[in-house]
């Protein structure tokens, strides 16, 4: 054979495989919105069936599922804000439909200030509100002693006016990215405004995201639509530390989750299982056709190649043959690394694929028993695109290579 017969072969079985593949996809969308919420939780579980939080996979699969299904339609996984928490047990964790974030650094009179509030208006800052000594970044001349006093009144007076600005606009809560100083701070106390500085960019963003507010540079000309609402607010003890709780938004576009546990170890592998999880949701949600994982698939369309070379006259049956071969090199890789036997497996997978019809071809490794198992109805799916890009990405790779003089 010689070289572009076979990448003219390899060429036309990446189309039927491709073709196949969008015949056999299964529509999420065409089921009820519960049965795909279910459908969801246990595509969530069956990502956790393997992971050291195993024993809560339900918990956490619902929780994964209700959190990005706050996300709205872009789906940003950055929008899902996980916490840890060390301390109290596993299902002491909680999905927030909101924002949470740990207390930040504060100045004295925070402690006055009221921690809890009902439909706050909310104003989202990216401005430092800290009296700043003008003399520092600044080149003054004065002709008398008498008017240094002048210059140290503007520096107050610069803050105060960015103050009261503020308290003007209504706000119940400010939150700002840069330092918010002890005279701000104990400003805000006196006239019942919650505050807090150093705010981490993501948790503004999303606090963003969950209020509806704008973040501002400038405190000037500050008008109502950029001010974010929330149905609740509330400083709360969590385990050894203070959060800061936004809840009941509800045109929210983020989530929140807090997760708890006994060691910091336990909690950082729960954290990579919960965002293993939340992606996997996240495909399944915006990639709405799936075909069957554990090899299935391809074990289907590999058969499907065969009985179609079978039609084809000349040397392209040879390579379609070969191409259809390749195909099964995923199952048996997933049944050596499951520590059973390759061949044995995947001789079983091809009788079933090959007798059992339409009822057999979703068949797969079963990697946990060692052996197949019908892949769809135990929940285990990867998305139609996935597969259609790996198959016409290796082909494409196969192709280039063998163009080479």
Request: proline residues 2%.
């Amino acid at each position: 054979l010689v070289a572009p017969q076979i990448i003219k072969g390899y060429q036309k079985a990446c189309a039927l495989a491709i073709h196949k593949l969008g015949e056999m996809a299964v529509d999420l969308k065409e089921h009820t919105p519960e049965a795909r919420r279910e459908m969801l939780i246990k595509c969530a579980e069956t990502t956790l069936n393997s992971k050291l939080v195993a024993d809560y996979k339900n918990f956490f699969a619902v929780m994964s599922v209700d959190a990005v299904s706050l996300l709205g339609e872009d789906m940003t996984a950055s929008a899902v804000g996980i916490k840890k928490i060390p301390g109290g047990s596993v299902t002491d964790s909680v999905l927030v439909e909101g924002v949470a974030f740990k207390k930040t650094f504060s100045y004295a009179g925070f402690e006055q200030q009221p921690k809890c509030f009902k439909d706050p208006k909310i104003l989202l800052l990216n401005l430092e509100l800290e009296l700043k000594a003008e003399k520092d970044n600044a080149e003054v001349r004065i002709q008398s002693p008498d008017q240094y006093q002048s210059i140290v009144d503007a520096e107050w007076a610069i803050i105060y006016e960015k103050l009261d600005l503020i308290a003007k606009s209504g706000a119940n809560v400010v939150l700002s990215r840069l330092a918010i100083g002890d005279l701000a701070t104990q400003y805000f106390a006196d006239r019942d405004i919650f505050c807090a500085g150093r705010v981490e960019n993501q948790d503004l963003e999303r606090t963003r995201r969950a209020t509806g507010g704008e973040v501002q540079t400038t405190v000037q000309g500050i008008s109502p639509d950029v001010l974010g609402t929330c149905g609740e607010f509330e400083e709360r003890q969590i385990g050894g530390e203070r959060y800061n709780l936004f809840k009941k938004c509800e045109n929210t576009k983020t989530a929140s989750i807090l997760l708890r546990g006994g060691a910091q170890q336990f909690i950082d592998e729960a954290e990579r299982s919960l965002n293993d999880s939340i992606l996997i949701v996240k495909s399944a949600m915006r990639n709405t056709k799936v075909v069957g994982g554990g090899g299935a698939i391809e074990m289907e369309l590999s058969r499907y190649l065969r009985e179609h070379a079978r039609t084809v006259k000349g040397k392209q049956q040879l390579v379609i043959n070969y191409f259809a071969k390749a195909l099964e090199v995923i199952p048996m890789t997933l049944a050596q690394n499951s520590g059973a036997d390759g061949t044995k497996i995947l001789n079983e997978l091809r009788k079933k694929h090959a007798v059992a019809g339409p009822d057999g071809r979703w068949f797969g490794v079963d990697c946990i028993n060692c052996g197949i198992t019908d892949a769809f109805e135990n929940y285990i799916w990867e998305p139609m695109t996935v597969k259609n890009s790996a198959i016409a990405a290796a082909a494409e790779a196969a192709c280039l290579i063998l163009s080479i003089d």
